[in-house]
Nanobody
Framework: VQLVESGGGLVQAGGSLRLSCAAS????????MGWYRQAPGKQRELVAT????????NYADSVRGRFTISADNAKNTMLLQMNSLEPEGSAVYYC??????????WGQGTQVTVSS
């Protein structure tokens, strides 16, 4: 399984961005996917997750109500719609998948910068 993120960039506080994660390879065994982020000098933290069966979602308290995670299983794509962005949200955002055969898979990351 390979994951490729896109959609990062520079946005002003209060603005919106949409991140996309395209999965390729043997994706049939992916059980769940999600987004994590890591700011300079900080640990990588969970942003949101979604299960492939049933589409159950989970959000970090800091983004709940502003971010929306979704998945199109037919296209092997996961999206993260980010609204009302805050400068504290500046980080490298990583796509994550839990594959039942190979374990955890990470994308290369995409930079999101929110200016104040």
């Amino acid at each position: 399984v390979q994951l490729v993120e896109s959609g990062g960039g520079l946005v002003q506080a209060g603005g919106s961005l949409r991140l996309s994660c395209a999965a390729s390879g043997s994706t049939f065994s992916i059980n769940a996917m999600g987004w994590y982020r890591q700011a300079p000098g900080k640990q990588r933290e969970l942003v949101a997750t979604i299960t492939n069966t049933g589409g159950s979602t989970n959000y970090a308290d800091s983004v709940r109500g502003r971010f929306t995670i979704s998945a199109d299983n037919a296209k092997n794509t996961m999206l993260l719609q980010m609204n009302s962005l805050e400068p504290e949200g500046s980080a490298v955002y990583y796509c994550h998948a839990l594959d039942l055969r190979v374990g955890v898979v990470w994308g290369q990351g995409t930079q999101v910068t929110v200016s104040s």
